[in-house]
């Protein structure tokens, strides 16, 4: 019921926007400028669609693998101690467990193609576990919270945008990498937070020694990777970025198999029985997707997006405090709702500001914090046609916003 008002507010707002500017300030060419874009956004959500359809047809293959050979229940048990407080409803061993730590990993290196075809199967399991087919269940909430606050262990497409461009502007013994604890930092202090957020909602005491060890071990080791890799220049720093993520895709592929001949399962089969499942999942999701990016296509077309920053920088100014970070805030305001429109507002930023600069790196520290909220609601929750999404909006724009406060003034401490 949120995403609908949410929606229907997106193009509402616009359109008031837009007869204002055509009524008083004479731009007649508002209106052709929003249906445009609103065209493309369409074709956008469609295109975005088909192409995660071979991702998810692989992946959800190698998970039937997976799943058949045991190796998900291996997952699940591993985790089931820290997952078994915070995900109520769901059986001790279930699979949902596995699939969900799985997502987690794929979100924390940074491998985004990989991570949705996996939680959204972790999202059907618990689909599978809701008695109220049409209404998000606690545990479903819990996922997509902190799916959308997950760790960044690996900023990789980060990092690989500031390097390009910093060659474009010809920045000397530039380290694209700088903005790696930064980041690290951001997401952590947000997953954190959507923790405690949802389970105050939930009435979940996480104050138990599964999800202590949990948070201080992870805490503790990711912390460390961090201080290791620093010791290396971008560029070693990149090649070692890229061979854990690609390691980690090719060592889970080739367990599953092994694990599946182990059992002298026939994985062929068995792949082309989950990679169908992926094909008819990812055209699912096609209505969602349209529109959720068309609503914000108005939005940002007519002009709100420039309001709201402007306003939130006379305030800030109006208070006394800095007001170098508000170039970056496009960059913040568009992240829940669009990855890809996050990422050309980021690159704005660089090319305007230069990717040295304060605005440029607070920018790419937002970019790799925070997660396509909006985004992620509408293509989880319509996999499997969840129409009321309770509170589960809420909690994660309240993780997202702290993360945000939290990559500003990291932001700060690092870099002004």
């Known amino acids: 019921m949120v995403l609908n008002y949410v929606w229907i507010g997106f193009f509402l707002i616009g359109f008031i926007v837009a007869l204002y500017k055509v009524a008083f300030l004479g731009q007649m060419d508002i209106f052709s400028t929003m249906v445009t874009n609103l065209f493309d956004s369409a074709k956008t959500g469609f295109e975005i669609s088909i192409g995660l359809t071979g991702m998810m047809a692989l992946w959800l293959g190698i998970m039937k693998i997976g799943e058949h050979a045991g190796v998900v229940n291996v997952f699940a048990r591993g985790v089931q101690p820290f997952f078994k407080t915070l995900f109520r409803g769901v059986p001790k061993g279930h699979p949902a467990y596995g699939n969900i730590a799985m997502n987690f990993s794929a979100n924390m290196l940074g491998l985004d193609n990989a991570a ?42 980060v990092i690989a945008i500031r390097q390009s461009m910093a060659i474009e502007q010809h920045v000397a013994n530039f380290n694209a990498a700088d903005i790696f604890l930064p980041i690290l930092i951001s997401t952590f202090v947000a997953f954190t937070a ?22 201080l071990g992870f805490g503790g080791a990711i912390f460390g990777l961090a201080a290791w890799l620093r010791q290396f ?24 198999l092994i694990a599946g001949l182990r059992k002298k ?16 999942t990812a055209i699912k999701i096609i209505p969602y997707l349209v529109a959720m990016l068309a609503a914000i296509s108005v939005f940002r077309s007519s002009g709100c997006m420039d309001y709201l920053v402007n306003g939130i920088a006379f305030v800030v100014a109006a208070m006394g405090l800095n007001t170098d970070f508000v170039p970056a805030l496009p960059v913040a305001f568009m992240k829940p709702l669009s990855g890809g429109g996050a990422r050309g507002l980021m690159v704005d930023v660089l090319k305007e500001h230069g990717v040295n600069s304060f605005p440029g790196k607070i920018a790419s520290i937002i970019q790799g914090s925070t997660e396509t909220t909006f985004y992620v609601l509408a293509v989880y929750f319509g996999s499997v046609n969840v129409k009321d999404t309770r509170y589960a909006l809420l909690c994660g724009l309240l993780a997202d916003g702290i993360g945000l406060i939290t990559a500003i003034l990291v932001g700060y401490l690092f870099f002004h």
């Not at 220049?233 to 599953?256: D, H, N, Q």
């Not at 026939?266 to 008819?280: P, Q, R, S």
């Open 194 to 215: 959507g923790i405690l957020i949802t389970s105050a909602f939930q009435r979940i005491n996480i104050f138990k020694w599964p999800v202590l060890i949990f948070i």
């Open 265 to 280: 399962l026939n994985v062929y089969d068995l792949f082309i029985e989950g990679a169908k499942e992926g094909f008819t």
């Open 233 to 256: 220049p971008a560029e070693t720093m990149s090649k070692y970025v890229g061979l854990i993520g690609s390691g980690v895709i090719l060592t889970i592929i080739m367990l599953f």
């Open 116 to 157: 949705t075809p996996l939680g959204l199967k972790a999202m059907n399991d618990l689909q599978e576990l809701n008695p109220q087919k049409e209404k998000a269940s606690d545990a479903q909430i819990m996922f997509l919270v902190l799916n959308t606050a997950g760790i960044t262990l690996i900023p990789s497409s």
